[in-house]
């Protein structure tokens, strides 16, 4: 069996993941320097089980609450971001903050604020019990409306329609996102929101390009390296499925079933946001080894985003 392989680009890491696991890093240096005591993080940093490994091996401890973290340590919030309580917790245990949050996630958390502070009603479209949603929805829990399907966008009941607005978590769908907008647009025509959506750059490129993949170049397979829990990986696959292919998540090319393959003469590679790019290295050497017998890139726009690590935050 021969085929080729089909590499996207761009794939793998935003500069929001980057950023996420060099605060971490920075702060196991400074343990590392000195300051023996661990580096806390509350929930995974990103959500890639080899990184969460990785970083555990070289010190990092991973709780789920704030409670978890002695009074005191260095704790780092997630890529995900937090809602305010938590910040609050950390203050009153004295904790070291590192605050890892995207900026484009925290960008979602100023307008739902704003909007909040205008005495809206905000719909915010997203997947329920994500840390993302979790922590945009308690800015303003007594405002804010989860929004995750059609369904949703049809039964949503406002105080006034006249003082509604939208958010978007920013891993998901573009496409999902943008019909039920329209839904909600047609059902409350004064709703505000933001131009040019919430999704982030990361995951609407990455979308695209597993657009071009099946759309232009005929993959007849997509495969997605990204972990299980793993938002804009999961979608990467639902967008495969969508335009024609057969798509398939994996956590590393050991997952790979050979039996996936057949009868493909095209096999789409792509990774989700938070995805080292090693894994996508070693996903194409074990493609070789079935049969591959060329790679060829794909790549639909280039990436020069770039976000500096956060200072640290005492108490």
Known sequence: MSFTVLLAAPRGFCAGVERAIRTVELALEARAAGDERPVYMRHEIVHNKVVVDDLRARGAVFVQTTDQIPVGATAVFSAHGVAPSVRDEAAAR?????????????????????????????????????????????????????????????????????????????????????????????????????????????????????????????????????????????????????????????????????????GARRVGVTAGASTPEHLVTALVDRLRDLGADEVVTVETRVEDVFFAPPPLRHG
């Open 94 to 262: 004295n904790l070291n903050s590192l605050d890892a949050t995207c900026p484009l996630v925290s960008r979602v958390h100023a307008a739902v604020l704003r909007y909040a502070g205008r005495g809206y009603t905000i719909l915010f479209v997203g997947h329920a019990g994500h840390p993302e949603v979790e922590g945009v929805m308690g800015e303003a829990p007594e405002q804010v409306k989860l929004i995750q399907t059609l369904a949703d966008a049809d039964g949503v009941q406002v105080g006034d329609t006249a003082k509604v607005a939208y958010a978007t978590q920013t891993t998901l769908s573009v496409d999902d996102v943008a019909a039920i907008v329209e839904r909600l647009r047609q059902r409350f025509p004064q709703i505000v929101g933001p131009d040019a959506g919430d999704v982030c750059y990361a995951t609407t490129n990455r979308q695209e390009a597993v657009h071009a993949l099946v759309g232009q170049h005929h993959a007849d397979v997509v495969l997605v390296l990204g972990s299980p829990n793993s938002s804009n990986s999961n979608r990467l696959r639902e967008v495969a499925e969508m335009a024609g292919a057969r798509g398939h998540l994996l956590g590393t090319a050991a997952e790979l079933d050979p039996g996936w393959l057949e």
